[in-house]
T-cell receptor, first 117, second 110 residues
Framework: EAQVTQNPRYLITVTGKKLTVTCSQN?????MSWYRQDPGLGLRQIYY???????DKGDVPEGYKVSRKEKRNFPLILESPSPNQTSLYFC????????????????FGPGTRLTVL | GDSVTQMEGPVTLSEEAFLTINCTYT??????LFWYVQYPGEGLQLLLK?????DKGSNKGFEATYRKETTSFHLEKGSVQVSDSAVYFC?????????FGKGTMLLVSP
């Protein structure tokens, strides 16, 4: 079954304690992306990756890091979380076609609800 | 930059009512347009898409037509069901990013 998995699904942490949210996909897609979803703001892109070892900033990258060492995994790292990073996070992937990955269907993970106290 | 504007919700309907959720966009070039749906507690999933002007996307009884002249991509369904209760997101594609609207919650009562 084609899927995107995220771990953990729920996390409560404290300010400044480094954390990593993992994302893994089994569709062999080149493109992966992280979004955060906040009430009244919709989804905003944090970082994306067009392929292994290629990452780029989205609209709201401050306070986040990513890496793409292998095709299937795209972890999101919060080195020093702050309360304004409390949010619902989604990982997504898609095929990177000739007109770009965003013209193709994006497949989303189930989400990670993060609370930073 | 690119932007998507959706009608604010929640939209509250009775079962079998007609649904319209408005979506307008601002973009350079000729983006593809999408509707994604998010059921409670789940991630987003693609509902339908259209890649060029006058294309109509359709799925599960939902339809939307890509109107370049009015820069719109309104979502419609002739008869909603309780199971359609969800949050609906309109989105447009850049080359490497999707720009989402803020989402419209739909609540359908029996």
């Amino acid at each position: 079954e084609a899927q995107v998995t995220q771990n953990p699904r729920y996390l409560i942490t404290v300010t400044g304690k480094k954390l990593t949210v993992t994302c893994s996909q089994n569709m062999n897609h080149e493109y992966m992306s992280w979004y955060r979803q906040d009430p009244g703001l919709g989804l905003r892109q944090i970082y994306y990756s067009m392929n292994v070892e290629v990452t780029d900033k989205g609209d709201v990258p401050e306070g986040y890091k990513v890496s793409r060492k292998e095709k299937r995994n795209f972890p999101l790292i919060l080195e020093s979380p702050s309360p304004n990073q409390t949010s619902l996070y989604f990982c997504a992937c898609s095929f990177n076609g000739p007109e770009g990955p965003s013209t193709d269907t994006q497949y989303f993970g189930p989400g990670t609800r993060l609370t930073v106290l | 930059g690119d932007s998507v504007t959706q009608m604010e919700g929640p939209v509250t309907l009775s079962e079998e009512a007609f649904l319209t959720i408005n979506c307008t966009y601002t973009a350079t070039g000729y983006p593809s347009l999408f509707w994604y749906v998010q059921y409670p507690g789940e991630g987003l999933q693609l509902l339908l898409k259209a890649t060029k002007a006058d294309d109509k996307g359709s799925n599960k009884g939902f339809e939307a037509t890509y109107r370049k002249e009015t820069t719109s991509f309104h979502l419609e369904k002739g008869s909603v069901q309780v199971s359609d209760s969800a949050v609906y997101f309109c989105a447009l594609s850049g080359y490497s990013t999707l720009t989402f609207g803020k989402g419209t919650m739909l609540l359908v009562s029996p």
